[in-house]
């Protein structure tokens, strides 16, 4: 069974600062990797999807890669805004059926005015 | 275009209670998913379907039912009501397998 874990639980860093959040997934026979914001109370919005045959995906101030044969996947954030503070989830697609998505926990994030 | 809709946002149930939470998607999407979120925790995935007429279990479908008539509509069912089925339920939707899901703004569900 798939299991899907984030690192860290919860981040707090000052405004201009670069992070990065980490991801690990257990299976490495991965469809594709996905990583969502969400705000509180709020539904979940897609940031970046990696392919299982890509290794880096990038979309304005976000860069994430993929390390399948490791079972990795990292979320970089470059120089920091308040607006960025949401919790950020990480998704992995198992294998090539339509059964949907496993979760990690999330990462809570604060960026610092 | 209104992406996935969800109806309705907030409901509290008394134990015992059946409800029908709502989620209709204006993208002609042949995928449909059902997932709840539980505080703390990620996503799970309850029922999906892969189009009009089929619908398959997911990690967690007990005390739940769904149907697919059409395309735009997947219903969740919640048969006798549960304090355990106390989350936040997300219906998604895409277009191919593997492609970027799209979710909805979530139905908040309390059961007392």
């Known amino acids: 069974k798939q299991e899907v874990t984030q690192i860290p639980a919860a981040l707090s860093v000052p405004e201009g600062e670069n992070l990065v959040l980490n991801c690990s997934f257990t299976d490495s026979a991965i469809y594709n990797l996905q990583w969502f914001r969400q705000d509180p109370g709020k539904g979940l919005t897609s940031l970046l999807l990696?392919?299982?045959?890509?290794r880096e995906q990038t979309s304005g101030r976000l860069n994430a890669s993929l390390d399948k044969s490791s079972g990795r996947s990292t979320l970089y954030i470059a120089a920091s805004q308040p607006g960025d503070s949401a919790t950020y989830l990480c998704a992995v697609h198992s294998g090539g059926g339509a059964d949907g998505l496993t979760f990690g926990k999330g990462t809570h994030l604060i960026i610092q005015p | 275009n209104a992406g996935v809709t969800q109806t309705p946002k907030f409901r509290i149930l008394k134990i015992g209670q059946s409800m029908t939470l709502q989620c209709t998607q204006d993208?002609?999407?042949?995928?449909m998913y059902w997932y709840r979120q539980d505080p703390g925790m990620g996503l799970k995935l309850i029922y999906y379907s892969v189009g009009a007429g089929i619908t398959d279990k997911g990690e967690v479908p007990n005390g739940y039912n769904v149907s697919r008539s059409t395309t735009e509509d997947f219903p969740l069912r919640l048969e006798l009501a549960a304090p355990s089925q106390t989350s936040v339920y997300f219906c998604a939707s895409n277009s191919l397998q593997g492609e970027t899901q799209y979710f909805g703004p979530g139905t908040r569900l309390l059961v007392l």
């Open positions: 993208m002609n999407h042949n995928y």
């Open positions: 990696i392919q299982s045959s890509q």
